[in-house]
C-alpha cells in the first residue's frame, strides 16, 4: 500500500498546527479514560517503589550501604527512576499487532501525516498526566525514605537535555522494533525478550554499578543504558563533564542509528502492508 505520508511535505507551522490540535485530542481522550490512565500509574510507580523497599532493607540490613552506597542513595536513585521511567517509556510495541491484525492501519496509511507523529502526541499527553501522580508521590518517598540527591547545577542543567535525548532514543528505538509486526503476526515473545534485557539492563531491578564489570560492559555498548540509565547518573551527581560530554554522545550515535533503521524498515513495512483481519 502507497503511503501518502511519504510524498507530502509539511512546513514547520503545518507540524506545529498539528501537534498542537492532536496533543488537545490526545489529552482529552486520556482524561476521559482517567480510570485506565490511573491504572498504568499505580504500576508505573509500584515499580521501582517495589525495589526502592528491597534495596534499601538490603542496606538496612547490612550497616547502612550496600557496595558503599548508603540507604538514603538507593532511595534516591529509584525516585529518579520512576520519573525517568515515566517520561521515556511507550506502549507503541504491544499496540502494532493489533492495529496490522485489525485493519486499523489501513486508514492510517491513508493520512498525509506519517503515523509516528500521532504516537508521539499520545505518548506526550499521558506522560503530561503522569507526572500529576508521579511528581507528588516522589516527593513523598524522597521525605519517607530520606533521599540524598547530590546533584549539582551543572548536573541538572545536563539532566534536561540527557532526559530529551533518552525519551527521544527509547521511542524510536521502541517504534522501529514494533515494526517487526508486519512480518510477524505474533510479536509478544520478541517485545517480552526486548522488555526483560530492557529490565535488566536499564537499572530498572537494580542500578547498574552493582552489576559486574563484564554486564555493565555489555549495557554501555548497547542502547538500554542510555535510553534510563543514563540521566539518572546524571541527576544524581556521579558522573564528571568527561563522562556526560560521552554519554551524550553515545545517546546521539543510537539515536542516529535508530533513526536510520526506523527510516529504511518503514519503508518496506508500509510497502508490503495487509490487514489480516481486512
Known amino acids: ?12 507551522r503545518e507540524f506545529l498546527h498539528f501537534y498542537s490540535a492532536r496533543f488537545r485530542i490526545d489529552l482529552t481522550t486520556n482524561i476521559a ?23 534499601t532493607t538490603v542496606a538496612d540490613s547490612q550497616g547502612g550501604s550496600v557496595s558503599g552506597f548508603t540507604t538514603s542513595e538507593y532511595a534516591a536513585y529509584f525516585i529518579i527512576l520512576m520519573i525517568v521511567n515515566n517520561l521515556t517509556f511507550t506502549w507503541v ?11 486499523f492501519f489501513s486508514g492510517i496509511l491513508l493520512r498525509p501525516v506519517h503515523p509516528i507523529h500521532q504516537d508521539v502526541t499520545q505518548n506526550f499527553s499521558f506522560k503530561f498526566l503522569g507526572l500529576i501522580g508521579v511528581l507528588p508521590a516522589a516527593v513523598i518517598l524522597a521525605l519517607a525514605f530520606d533521599a540524598d540527591f547530590h546533584a549539582s547545577l551543572l548536573d541538572v542543567v545536563v539532566f534536561v537535555p540527557a532526559l530529551i535525548l533518552a525519551m527521544a532514543l527509547r ?34 531491578i537494580a542500578p547498574l554499578w552493582l552489576y559486574p564489570d563484564s554486564v555493565q560492559a555489555i549495557a554501555s555498548i548497547l542502547p538500554f543504558r542510555w535510553m534510563v540509565f543514563f540521566p539518572i547518573e546524571v541527576m544524581l551527581g ?17 539515536l542516529a542509528i535508530a533513526t536510520g533503521l526506523l527510516r529504511l524498515l518503514w519503508k518496506r513495512a508500509s510497502a508490503r502492508y495487509s490487514a489480516v483481519g481486512a
Request: aromatic share 16%; net charge positive.
Open 1 to 12: 500500500m502507497r503511503n501518502p505520508a511519504s510524498t507530502r511535505r509539511f512546513t514547520p
Open 33 to 55: 479514560y482517567r480510570g485506565s490512565v490511573a491504572i498504568w500509574l499505580i504500576g508505573l510507580i509500584l515499580q521501582p517503589l517495589v525495589s526502592l523497599v528491597v534495596w
Open 93 to 103: 510495541m504491544y499496540e502494532f499487532e493489533y492495529r496490522i491484525r485489525t485493519g
Open 171 to 204: 521511542f524510536i528505538i521502541e517504534w522501529t522494533l514494533a515494526l517487526l509486526a508486519f512480518w510477524i503476526t505474533k510479536t509478544s515473545a520478541v517485545f517480552q525478550l526486548y522488555s526483560s534485557f530492557s529490565l535488566f539492563l536499564a537499572g530498572n
Open 238 to 254: 556521579r558522573l564528571d563533564l568527561q563522562d556526560m560530554v560521552l554519554g551524550i554522545g553515545m545517546q546521539l550515535l543510537w
